[in-house]
């Protein structure tokens, strides 16, 4: 009979259920290591062989420098597990040594046709994307609302700022394409705007503006006194 499996241990002391309830902070590196082992040996938890593992490598720190041969030479850690193990030790690595990406700063409508440009001029349908920008105006991230004719139901505040929240975003700029070339705004496209700049006020978001692009032409209606 297999005894690798946590079966007797109650779900909340489980490292994933722990993990998942409490967050990576609350576990312990045995637990992290379990996270990685995945299972265990006939008659050993992965828990207690997580345990061990980190017992005769000696340490987290000297984790840094295990090899292959070092881990495979350990009872219940074949090749998979080492492998495993190694390839989430080297993710760390790299992150611990990773520099800060180039954020893109929006400081004028300029900045967001230069962004943005390229991807949306020759889009034969309209393509409503928000960037979220952190206190810096620096570009976390964008996101692509909607696909097709830009109206109130399918430019919804819900939708721009459950994204806008969950990035942790000081403020938004909305942009979307007239395939006609022309990016001058259409009634539709101001009531819009101010629909979601009154949503943000209430939120606490605020919407800078909104950068209508054409053919290797751009409209700010900020710029332009429309919002």
């Known amino acids: 009979m297999k005894t690798n499996s946590l079966v007797n241990v109650p779900t909340s002391e489980l490292p994933r259920e722990r993990m998942i309830q409490y967050g990576l902070d609350a576990l312990s590196n045995a637990e992290l290591i379990a996270i990685l082992l995945r299972t265990g040996t006939a008659g050993e938890s992965v828990l207690s062989l997580a345990q ?3 017992g005769q ?8 420098d295990v090899s292959l041969e ?7 850690i074949g090749v998979a597990k080492a492998v495993q193990l190694l390839a989430g030790i080297e993710l760390g690595r790299r992150i611990a040594n990773s ?4 954020r893109w700063t929006i400081r004028s409508p300029e900045d967001v046709a230069k962004l ?3 991807e949306l001029r020759h889009l034969k349908r309209e393509k409503f994307v928000c960037l979220f920008l952190n206190t810096k105006n620096q570009v976390l991230a964008q996101h692509t609302v909607s696909i097709g004719s830009l109206n109130s139901s ?3 505040p819900r939708e721009v700022f459950k994204e806008a929240i969950r990035r942790s975003s000081a403020a938004i700029i909305c942009l979307h394409n007239h395939p006609s070339g022309d990016p001058t705004p259409s009634q539709e496209d ?5 629909r979601l700049i009154n949503a943000g006020q209430i939120i606490g978001i605020a919407v800078l503006d909104h950068v209508i692009i054409g053919d290797g032409r751009f409209y700010s209606l900020k710029e332009n006194g429309c919002i």
């Open 116 to 118: 943005m440009m390229e």
């Open 57 to 64: 490598v000696g340490g987290i720190r000297q984790f840094l």
């Open 70 to 76: 070092e881990l495979t030479a350990i009872k219940g």
């Open 190 to 194: 101001i009531e819009v705007t101010k």
């Open 52 to 54: 061990r593992v980190l």
């Open 99 to 102: 520099t800060p990406e180039q």
């Open 154 to 156: 399918v430019v919804h």
